[in-house]
């Protein structure tokens, strides 16, 4: 039988039996764009600021002025 050279420490143990796994975020589309986000996230689609599926900031406007 395979005997380890040196002694595993009990964190090393645990963190290998542990259910408590890494999961992926959850992606949602906005209704409105079309653009994939974070949930209860607010995003940036073509200078403007989107949170479910409304204009909160037109930053498009100020772009076209400067």
Excluded at 28 to 53: D, I, N, Q, S
């Amino acid at each position: 039988m395979a005997h380890p050279k040196r002694r595993q420490s009990s964190t090393r143990r645990d963190k290998r039996r542990t259910h408590y796994k890494a999961t992926a975020p959850t992606v949602a589309v906005c209704p409105t764009t079309g653009e994939a986000h974070l949930y209860h996230r607010a995003h940036w689609h073509e200078g403007k600021l989107y949170y479910r599926g409304q204009v909160l900031i037109d930053n498009s406007e100020e772009e076209n002025l400067a």
